[in-house]
Nanobody, 118 residues
Framework: QVQLVESGGGLVQPGGSLRLSCAASGSILRFNGMGWARQAPGQQRELVASISSGGSITYADSVKGRFTISRDNAKDTVYLRMNSLKPEDTAVYYC????????????WGQGTQVTVSS
């Protein structure tokens, strides 16, 4: 059974920074890719960053230039560094992963709350 556990969320002031971590129960190398998505109340879930098994990285336009996704295969962990945070970044952030046979993200963590407020 795949388990993804997020950590690092919290309250931060606008313009501040935060780093989220996603620890996987086993090697992340078995996944075709991993990513971070977020969902604010009343809004659709948005994939904000992804990294493929080959290292290809994508970002949503809303976070490009501010967020950085990275991974540490030895630690089975994926990170999301968030800089220059804005109030509209407030959301529950989910770690996700996709298996080798699909382009869909079919594994999800329970999420961690990020609140950007003064």
């Amino acid at each position: 059974q795949v388990q993804l556990v997020e950590s690092g969320g919290g309250l931060v002031q606008p313009g501040g920074s935060l780093r989220l971590s996603c620890a996987a129960s086993g090697s992340i190398l078995r996944f075709n890719g991993m990513g971070w998505a977020r969902q604010a109340p009343g809004q659709q879930r948005e994939l904000v960053a992804s990294i493929s098994s080959g290292g290809s990285i994508t970002y949503a336009d809303s976070v490009k230039g501010r967020f950085t996704i990275s991974r540490d295969n030895a630690k089975d962990t994926v990170y999301l560094r968030m800089n220059s945070l804005k109030p509209e970044d407030t959301a529950v952030y989910y770690c996700c992963a996709r298996g080798r046979l699909t382009m869909l993200y079919n594994y999800w963590g329970q999420g961690t709350q990020v609140t950007v407020s003064s």
